[in-house]
């Protein structure tokens, strides 16, 4: 793969990942207003605020490790010129299985913590 194709493929798999932390950030924070000051409002619609808690963490998630999954793709088609660069041999380094099961683990903690505050 070409330089210039590779870093067009890393610069769009980068933005993807930011805008779903951006979108998973803001969707959180919304879940965390509504439990926080839905009060009594929130009787009734339970069922749903699970299920918004659930698919918001769920997407994220799935959304997330592709895209890591990408990265580590792409880190396996590195073109040579910038595999041999210092960021190149860095980013060789990273954990990024780590990563993956990191997000994983926190967005699974944040959902059970969101659905115990939700009782």
Known sequence: MDLSNFNA??????????????????SSSALVAVIVFGGE?????RPMMVFAIIGVHLLAILSSDGQMAQFQ?????????????????EWVKQPL????????????AI????LMALQ
């Open 111 to 114: 959902t059970v913590t969101m």
């Open 73 to 89: 793709a792409l880190r396996k088609d590195m073109p040579e010129e910038m595999a041999s660069s210092a960021v190149g041999r």
């Open 9 to 26: 493929m890393l610069e769009s798999n980068a933005a993807n990942l930011r805008s779903t932390w951006r979108n998973y950030s803001l």
């Open 41 to 45: 409002h929130l009787d009734g619609k």
């Open 97 to 108: 299985g780590a990563f993956r099961v990191i997000g994983a683990v926190m967005s699974i």
